[in-house]
T-cell receptor, first 114, second 114 residues
Framework: KNQVEQSPQSLIILEGKNCTLQ??????????LRWYKQDTGRGPVSLTI?????NTKSNGRYTATLDADTKQSSLHITASQLSDSASYIC?????????????FGRGTQLTVWP | EADIYQTPRYLVIGTGKKITLECSQT?????MYWYQQDPGMELHLIHY???????EKGDLSSESTVSRIRTEHFPLTLESARPSHTSQYLC?????????????FGPGTRLTVL
């Protein structure tokens, strides 16, 4: 069964600290993995997209890694800010259909305290 | 910031009412999607469209219907709302003809059916 599991479910950190969010998936075949940030009451916004051949990609203070062999990805946030408080969603796309079906994780709820 | 809009942002209605959730995008994207998301849960695809006059049901069964008469417009209709329809509805769009296409999400409509 194709699944995307994220951990931890929620995380609280102090402003300025770093953190790492995890994503494990069983989706096969694999096309690409995306990390989205979703602020409360808003739609998700894309942070990074990585294909099979990419093992790291950065977007400002966000750095995503991908290990396609172990089917794991992580999102590292550096020097966290209050505005980083949001849900971070891992999304995996397969190659099995013309739609390129997306499998969504439930997200990690990150709270940054001052 | 993506140019995709949803109205209304919040809607509280009584059981049995007919409602239409609006979604418009100004990016000229061919692909459009409707997702349903409950709090703390993953997004579920309920409808998608590859272009004008093209609509398909997604992975999650839904009593809603959609239409795609114009490229930029993808409304979702519930003929008779029920409390089980209470959820957040997210619209998204993406360009065609890309191997890895980023989906751009609207801000969502939070629907409450009493």
């Amino acid at each position: 069964k194709n699944q995307v599991e994220q951990s931890p479910q929620s995380l609280i950190i102090l402003e300025g600290k770093n953190c790492t969010l995890q994503c494990n998936y069983t989706v096969s075949p694999f096309s690409n993995l995306r990390w989205y940030k979703q602020d409360t009451g808003r739609g998700p916004v894309s942070l990074t997209i990585m294909t099979f051949s990419e093992n790291t990609k950065s977007n400002g203070r966000y750095t995503a890694t991908l290990d396609a062999d172990t089917k794991q990805s992580s999102l590292h946030i550096t020097a966290s800010q209050l505005s980083d408080s949001a849900s971070y969603i891992c999304v995996v796309s397969d190659r099995g259909s013309t739609l390129g079906r997306l499998y969504f994780g439930r997200g990690t709820q990150l709270t940054v305290w001052p | 910031e993506a140019d995709i809009y949803q109205t209304p942002r919040y809607l509280v209605i009584g059981t049995g009412k007919k409602i239409t959730l609006e979604c418009s995008q100004t990016m000229g994207h061919d692909k459009m999607y409707w997702y349903q998301q409950d709090p703390g849960m993953e997004l579920h695809l309920i409808h998608y469209s590859y272009g004008v006059n093209s609509t398909e049901k997604g992975d999650l069964s839904s009593e809603s219907t959609v239409s795609r008469i114009r490229t930029e417009h993808f409304p979702l209709t519930l003929e008779s709302a029920r409390p089980s329809h209470t959820s957040q509805y997210l619209c998204a769009s993406s360009p065609r003809d890309r191997e890895v296409d980023t989906q751009y999400f609207g801000p969502g409509t939070r629907l409450t059916v009493l």
